[in-house]
């Protein structure tokens, strides 16, 4: 046993080709969550507390699909959605059409700590927000130019994207820089695991670029992007409607508690056998401390460590040993 | 194959003094709806047209807690959820925070259908209502008497309450009031003022196809913007090739333990029956949670499971058996 913690930047179709300066600054943003996150754990936070603080960050960090830097719906805005549960008691809060709130995230956990209901939404998860004091901003403060490009692809190529999708090559088109192979942001998410087996899972993203408005996707679904129990804590990520079909997140544990799969059986299981190839991937950990991360598309920003000393930062497949 | 098979329900928890008439009403709207739903079965219509069909009876009539009829907002509005799920290929749909529709359900099934997303909310979902032309009407539409009532007395007790149709006497929602006449308590609180009616069904046709559908106007005196479990896929439905499952009760409970997809997945990981499989998941799964669920599978049984005091449901299959009840 020991903890452990594994966090996730979306998954989808990143191309090798990603240029280092797309490349370089997303890694790095890994490594320093991932610190923030081992750091915590030996401190002896909570893991919910260490998932929430994770998380934060990442919703932060405007490379990533949370908080600032979230993509945008069709018609122009940010709607992000986050979700939390503890694994020993199965508590969780969610949160979904959030258009001001800096951290999504933390605003999920007020919803499981504050309220007697799970899941808050829309206007409604708004004034929750106004009446806990959290911190809220103008909905631009969410939008970066890099989305508005996005959406403007999307829209050009008259489709919702998974946010990884490679632009739509046109017939002579240049692609400009920005556009060049950068799709690249997803959803983020965090697990960990505490020397005491206490779990924890907290999911937050802004959706699908060009999604309609009022989209929901997995993150906010308990069972499907996010959930943890006492075996394990999970937070998927990539083509939402996929994820809920697959129940995706409850099924990593239904394996492991019903059919007896280790963790990382379980999780292979999932993004290999259950769910179409190209739309999934997840973190997870496990009560005694196992770690693993699984996915079925190109790639998926990555990261995580282990109290004995395995750390891991990546975004393709790491060759197999 | 084992032959088509149909479960409705009402709701899970029900006041143990209920007045007769209220119980007599319940079970013809029930048995109502088992009749639309034997008449389409055997018109050889897929059990996703039917399910669809029968939920929307049940939203249109004002008795149980849906559509029409639905309990109220903390603001005195409605906002409705519901969701869709056809087995074959686990195609599905979700609506909430619907105030316009008439029927939630089927504005689910277009999500499902005629949208590239599985859920939609809000504005976003009375927009796509809008552009997809389903009947719309005033807010106030869905609005009975009998939950204005319902919620004047849960601002009085000052309690979050599900739908219950019987107003109670004043003097049992004294303010502060955690005791009760009553020994029975769900969720805290005497069950005299608990007694939630979402409603749904689930269908396997002839052709073993199973589907489920569950629509509700949520918790009285609820969060505007509180999302319960019915439009959760995984938590209030959930169809797949061995089962279709709609589940009723404590919203926070079932969520937690992703009632309708737990019964798929013991059946489907443990290879236990759909019996088994109800019977392990209401003994197991919900902690100290109140729900209840109907479900049925390809082979064409049918059953249902509730750690309620009651639940109003009725299920009927191909050969000649049908049963309408509240009680255990």
């Known amino acids: 046993m020991g903890w452990a913690i594994a966090l996730h930047g979306g998954a989808g179709d990143i191309p090798r080709s990603l240029p280092p300066e797309r490349r370089i600054p997303r890694e790095a943003a890994?490594?320093?969550?991932?610190?923030?996150?081992?750091?915590?754990?030996?401190?002896?936070?909570?893991?919910?507390?260490?998932?929430?603080?994770?998380?934060?960050?990442?919703e932060n960090i405007p490379n990533y699909n949370a908080g600032r830097g979230s993509v945008l719906t069709?018609?122009?805005?940010?709607?992000?959605?986050?979700?939390?549960?503890?694994?020993?008691?199965?508590?969780?809060?969610?949160?979904?059409?959030?258009?001001?709130v800096v951290n999504p995230i933390s605003l999920a956990r007020l919803v499981m700590e504050k309220t007697s209901h799970i899941y808050l939404a829309f206007d409604g998860a708004e004034a929750f927000a106004r009446e806990q004091g959290v911190e809220t901003v103008d909905p631009s403060h969410f939008i970066t130019q890099e989305n508005i490009e996005r959406l403007n692809q999307a829209k050009e190529a008259n489709r919702v994207q998974i946010d990884y999708t490679q632009p739509i090559q046109k017939e002579v088109k240049a692609e400009t820089h920005i556009a060049d192979g950068d799709s690249q942001i997803g959803t983020v998410g965090c697990v960990a695991v505490d020397n005491h087996g206490n779990l924890a899972t907290a999911t937050s993203t802004g959706g699908l670029v060009n999604k309609m408005v009022g989209r929901i996707g997995d993150t906010p679904i308990i069972g499907s992007g996010t959930y943890a129990n006492r075996l394990c804590a999970v937070s998927a990520t990539g083509k939402g409607e996929e994820i809920i079909r697959g129940t995706v997140a409850r099924d990593v544990a239904a394996l492991m508690e019903f059919k007896g799969l280790s963790l990382k059986e379980a999780a292979a299981y999932v993004v290999e056998e259950s769910t179409p190839k190209g739309n999934v991937g997840l973190v997870a950990?496990?009560?005694?401390?196992?770690?693993?991360?699984?996915?079925?598309?190109?790639?998926?920003?990555?990261?995580?460590?282990?109290?004995?000393?395995?750390?891991?930062?990546?975004?393709w497949p790491s060759p197999q040993t | 194959m084992g032959g088509w098979a149909i479960a409705v329900h009402g709701g899970a928890g029900v006041d143990p003094n209920l007045p007769a008439h209220r119980q007599e009403e319940a079970k013809k709207l029930?048995?109502?709806?088992?009749?639309?739903?034997?008449?389409?079965?055997?018109?050889?219509?897929?059990?996703?047209?039917?399910?669809?069909?029968v939920v929307r009876e049940l939203e249109t009539d004002p008795l149980f807690n849906s559509g029409r009829g639905s309990a109220l907002t903390a603001k005195g509005t409605v906002e409705m959820e519901a969701s869709i799920m056809d087995g074959t290929k686990r195609r599905c749909g979700a609506v909430s925070g619907v105030t316009t529709v008439k029927n939630p359900i089927s504005l689910a099934r277009l999500v499902m259908e005629k949208?590239?997303?599985?859920?939609?909310?809000?504005?976003?979902?009375?927009?796509?209502?809008?552009?997809?032309?389903?009947?719309?009407?005033?807010?106030?539409?869905?609005?009975?008497?009998?939950?204005?009532?319902?919620?004047?007395?849960?601002?009085?007790?000052?309690?979050?309450?599900?739908?219950?149709?019987?107003?109670?006497?004043?003097?049992?929602?004294?303010?502060?009031?955690?005791?009760?006449?009553?020994?029975?308590?769900?969720?805290?609180?005497?069950?005299?003022?608990?007694?939630?009616?979402?409603?749904?069904?689930?269908?396997?046709?002839?052709?073993?196809?199973?589907?489920?559908?569950?629509?509700?106007?949520?918790?009285?005196?609820?969060?505007?913007?509180?999302?319960?479990?019915?439009?959760?896929?995984?938590?209030?439905?959930?169809?797949?090739?061995?089962?279709?499952?709609?589940c009723t009760g404590e919203g926070e409970a079932i969520i937690r333990g992703t009632l309708a997809r737990e019964v798929a997945a013991v059946m489907e990981y443990k290879g236990l029956n759909?019996?088994?499989?109800?019977?392990?998941?209401?003994?197991?799964?919900?902690?100290?949670?109140?729900?209840?669920?109907?479900?049925?599978?390809?082979?064409?049984?049918?059953?249902?499971?509730?750690?309620?005091?009651?639940?109003?449901?009725?299920?009927?299959?191909?050969?000649?058996?049908?049963?309408?009840?509240?009680?255990?």
């Not at chain 1, 969550?33 to 994770?54: F, M, Q, R, S, T």
């Not at chain 2, 209502?129 to 009975?144: K, P």
């Not at chain 2, 009553?182 to 069904?201: D, F, H, K, R, W």
């Not at chain 2, 050969?319 to 009680?327: A, K, T």
Request: hydrophobic content about 40%; proline content about 3%.
């Open chain 1, 30 to 58: 890994l490594r320093h969550c991932l610190d923030i996150g081992v750091v915590a754990l030996k401190a002896n936070k909570h893991p919910l507390d260490v998932v929430e603080l994770v998380v934060r960050e990442l």
């Open chain 1, 74 to 100: 069709t018609a122009g805005t940010v709607e992000m959605e986050a979700c939390i549960m503890d694994g020993k008691t199965k508590k969780c809060g969610a949160v979904s059409g959030l258009t001001t």
């Open chain 1, 285 to 315: 950990v496990s009560a005694t401390g196992e770690v693993t991360m699984a996915f079925n598309t190109t790639g998926m920003f990555r990261a995580c460590a282990t109290e004995d000393g395995y750390t891991e930062i990546g975004i």
């Open chain 2, 30 to 53: 029930l048995t109502h709806c088992l009749e639309i739903g034997i008449s389409a079965l055997r018109s050889n219509l897929p059990a996703i047209d039917i399910v669809e069909l």
């Open chain 2, 115 to 246: 949208s590239p997303h599985s859920y939609l909310a809000f504005s976003g979902a009375e927009e796509f209502a809008r552009e997809q032309g389903v009947e719309t009407v005033e807010n106030e539409y869905f609005i009975t008497e009998e939950n204005v009532g319902m919620l004047k007395l849960a601002k009085e007790a000052n309690s979050i309450l599900f739908d219950y149709r019987i107003p109670n006497p004043i003097e049992s929602c004294s303010a502060g009031a955690a005791a009760t006449d009553s020994p029975l308590q769900m969720n805290g609180l005497p069950i005299s003022l608990y007694a939630p009616e979402t409603v749904g069904c689930v269908v396997v046709d002839s052709e073993g196809r199973c589907a489920a559908a569950t629509s509700t106007g949520g918790l009285v005196n609820k969060m505007t913007g509180r999302i319960g479990d019915s439009p959760i896929i995984g938590a209030g439905t959930y169809a797949c090739d061995l089962c279709g499952v709609s």
């Open chain 2, 274 to 328: 759909l019996q088994q499989a109800v019977d392990f998941v209401i003994k197991e799964k919900l902690d100290q949670g109140f729900a209840g669920l109907i479900a049925v599978s390809k082979n064409g049984e049918v059953t249902c499971g509730f750690n309620t005091n009651g639940m109003f449901r009725g299920c009927a299959t191909e050969n000649g058996f049908m049963d309408v009840g509240i009680w255990n």
